[in-house]
């Protein structure tokens, strides 16, 4: 069945997988992001996070005096100086969640599925589930490649400051600190880059992958698309009534035998009659479908009576709607039969 997949995903197929919350997403994408704007926010507030943690460790060993003498006052300093941190890692740590929600989102079109963007740690162990050996091979093989890229970039980041990391023992506590800053914020700028290169191409793969799940048969297109339209005899039917109030064509009196003309456009049409025979009610129409009927009437001179409160009797009548309702008030009837123009 698999190889006679060659119709594209129906909207029908579409809609049931949003349904039941399934959407291409890749999790290495959305950690991409958010790790992406973490390093923006780091570069940007990380020398103030430095300094306060700088700060937070001298504090209490400013003045060993002040510790023994007032210790109330070694806890404001040391709660003042963790204030001054929660800002920047509150800043970079919601960067981070913000970040990966707005990619989670932007791969699902609006689809809320938080169980994706949870990982899935039995990938860990199972790369390949859900489909055959080629499967198997092509997820296993692209999970090592990921781990590699992985592994040469922070083999690379620690390499590269290598000479800056070992001096950092010769340094004063403050000037060691960023340096560190320094020396850690360039690699992960890069890592944030292979990150993101490795989260397009594992979403372009899960595209991929997700559309050729969605494809179907040329049968089962038909039949998706048989449900989505509905019975073609009645959808012929809806086609060709809403057609004719659309085009006021003669088609729409036929069988007609009278117009009566309310109030605010009402327009019934009668047929059969004049009383005592049989009087069916064709059509009860206000505002611009009346508007239609009387054009309609007009052009194929269809006898017309201005009688306002008797058709607005007859149409308040709860069987005016359906195709076989007929008059059945005695009053209504005499005073049809007053108004029904003769010959």
Do not use: C
Not at 39 to 50: D, I, Q, R
Not at 73 to 92: F, K, N, S, Y
Not at 134 to 148: N, P, T
Not at 232 to 237: E, F, I, K, W, Y
Request: hydrophobic share 50%.
């Amino acid at each position: 069945m698999s190889e006679n997949r060659t119709q594209p995903a129906s909207k029908h197929r579409r809609q049931l997988a949003r349904q039941e919350g399934r959407a291409a997403q890749s999790p290495e994408l959305t950690a991409a992001a958010g790790w992406l704007v973490a390093v923006a926010l780091w570069g940007a507030f990380g020398e103030g996070l430095t300094g306060s943690l700088v700060e937070l460790v001298r504090s209490p060993l400013a003045d060993g005096a002040t510790i023994v003498s007032d210790p109330a006052d070694v806890v404001q300093r040391i709660r003042g100086a963790a204030l001054a941190i929660a800002a920047p890692l509150g800043m970079i740590l919601g960067g981070f969640l913000l970040g990966a929600l707005a990619a989670h989102q932007a791969q699902v079109r609006g689809l809320w599925a938080p169980s994706l963007i949870a990982p899935d740690v039995a990938r860990l162990w199972r790369p390949g589930r859900g489909g055959g050996p080629a499967v198997l091979l092509e997820r296993s093989v692209w999970s090592i490649v990921k781990a590699l890229v992985l592994l040469v970039a922070a083999v690379w980041g620690v390499r590269s400051q290598w000479d800056v990391l070992m001096g950092l023992g010769g340094l004063e506590p403050g000037l060691a600190a960023r340096a560190a800053f320094e020396a850690i914020l360039a690699p992960a700028r890069v890592l944030a880059v292979l990150m993101l290169i490795v989260g397009l191409v594992d979403y372009g793969l899960r595209f991929a992958r997700f559309e050729a799940m969605l494809r179907t048969t040329p049968q089962e297109q038909r039949e998706d698309q048989k449900m989505a339209e509905g019975d073609p005899v009645a959808r012929a039917s809806r086609r060709r009534l809403a057609q004719s109030w659309r085009d006021p064509t003669p088609e729409l009196l036929a069988g007609a035998s009278l117009v009566l003309l309310g109030d605010a456009g009402l327009t019934v049409v009668l047929g059969g009659g004049p009383p005592p025979r049989k009087v069916s009610i064709r059509a009860v129409g206000r505002g611009a479908s009346g508007a239609t009927i009387r054009k309609t009437a007009l052009r194929t001179k269809l006898p017309r009576v201005e009688a306002r409160q008797l058709a607005l009797g007859i149409a308040a009548q709860p069987q005016s709607s359906s195709a076989k309702a007929t008059v059945r008030d005695p009053l209504l009837l005499s005073q049809l039969r007053a108004v029904w123009p003769v010959g």
